[in-house]
Each structure stands twice: as structure tokens, then as C-alpha cells.
């Protein structure tokens, strides 16, 4: 994506976006929630509230040990989940800081559900925690984690020079 495309964007994603709906992806190869990363997570997010969810299956491509998602899929899904966040706070921001709890394997092919919220934020910070957790409530990991705000300008380090 060059940078006229993801201006262009940027108006369109930071809409308010009403309780309940569909989320939009950070952009289309985000590896997240990119519906054209042929190795991303293809995460659906929607605004619960003040909260964001999703319902997620790992799969073959996410793998650690024999059957188990690697540990960084797993903090790869729920720091996506964190940047739907901003939809709700109105502006980007960045991870500054994650920290991630393993309580359970997390297996393949199995389905989880995922919540996000925010904390606290305090000028440019913003304190958020996630949970992910089976279908039957058990908790398998949760999240915490530091966004900073900042400006469209931040994008331009990452943009074909
Ligand atoms: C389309 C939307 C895009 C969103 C996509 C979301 C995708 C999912 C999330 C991601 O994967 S983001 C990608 C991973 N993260 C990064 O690439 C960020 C890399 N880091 C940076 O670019 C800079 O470190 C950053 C912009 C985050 C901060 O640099 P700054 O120079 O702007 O901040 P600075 O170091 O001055 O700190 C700002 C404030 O935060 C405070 N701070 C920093 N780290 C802290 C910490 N760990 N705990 C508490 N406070 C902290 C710091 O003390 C200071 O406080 P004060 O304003 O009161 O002086």
C-alpha cells in the first residue's frame, strides 16, 4: 500500500463506528486482520459496547509445538485485537509495551473468543487488557498492554521510499 492509498483510507476507518458493528481491517495485508495476508490471521472485529470481540481459530500456519499455536500467533492476535481499540478512542496509536499471560495451550483448530478494552488513558497513553478464552469461559490467555498515540506522520517510516 502506498501512502495516497492509506490517507485515503484513514477518514473512512476512524469514523464513529456504532455498537455492534463490523469493524474495518487496519488495511488489507495487515497481518492480523488483512483479508489479503495469505498468512495472517483474517481477524473479524466487532464493537461490543465499549469493548471489541472475536471469535478465533488458529490453524497450521500459527503452529509451536505439535498441535499447540506458537505463543507469538497468539500475542500477534490479541495486539491486533488491541488496534481495534482505536476505532472506539478515535485516532492511531502503537504498541509501546505487551504483555501476554499463557494460561492454557492454545489448540489448533479449537475456537476462542476475544475481548478488549481500554483501562485508562492519560494523555497519549493508553492502558489496554485482553482476554481470550474457550467456549466454555475457562480463560487461556490474557493481555495487557501500553498504546501511544500518534500523528498519520508515524506511517510515513514504513512507506515505499
Ligand atoms: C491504521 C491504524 C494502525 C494501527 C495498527 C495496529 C496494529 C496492532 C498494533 C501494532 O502492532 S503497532 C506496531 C508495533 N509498535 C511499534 O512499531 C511502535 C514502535 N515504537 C515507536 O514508534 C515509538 O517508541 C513510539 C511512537 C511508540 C513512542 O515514541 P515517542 O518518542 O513518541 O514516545 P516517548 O518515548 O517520548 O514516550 C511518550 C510518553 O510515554 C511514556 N512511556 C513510554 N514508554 C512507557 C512505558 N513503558 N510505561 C509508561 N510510560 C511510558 C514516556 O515516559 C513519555 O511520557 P511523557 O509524555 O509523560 O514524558
Not at 490471521?41 to 472475536?54: D, N
Not at 504498541?95 to 485508562?120: F, K
Amino acid at each position: 500500500m502506498n501512502r495516497e492509498e492509506f490517507l485515503a483510507s484513514w477518514n473512512e476507518k476512524f469514523r464513529p463506528q456504532e455498537d455492534g458493528a463490523q469493524l474495518p481491517p487496519h488495511h488489507h495485508h495487515c497481518l492480523g486482520c488483512g483479508p489479503d495476508n495469505p498468512h495472517g490471521h483474517h481477524l473479524t472485529v466487532h464493537r461490543r459496547g465499549e469493548e471489541v470481540h472475536a471469535t478465533h481459530i488458529f490453524d497450521e500456519r500459527h503452529v509451536g509445538a505439535p498441535g499447540i499455536a506458537h505463543g507469538g500467533a497468539v500475542a500477534t492476535v490479541l495486539d491486533d485485537l488491541f488496534g481495534y481499540l482505536l476505532y472506539l478512542t478515535g485516532g492511531p496509536a502503537v504498541t509501546r509495551q505487551l504483555e501476554v499471560l499463557y494460561a492454557s495451550p492454545v489448540i489448533l483448530g479449537t475456537t476462542y473468543r476475544l475481548a478488549a478494552r481500554v483501562l485508562r488513558a492519560e494523555g497519549r497513553k493508553l492502558y489496554v487488557e485482553a482476554d481470550m478464552r474457550d467456549v466454555e469461559g475457562s480463560l487461556v490467555a490474557s493481555a495487557a498492554a501500553l498504546f501511544l498515540s500518534v500523528d498519520v506522520t508515524h506511517f510515513d517510516q514504513g512507506m515505499p521510499r
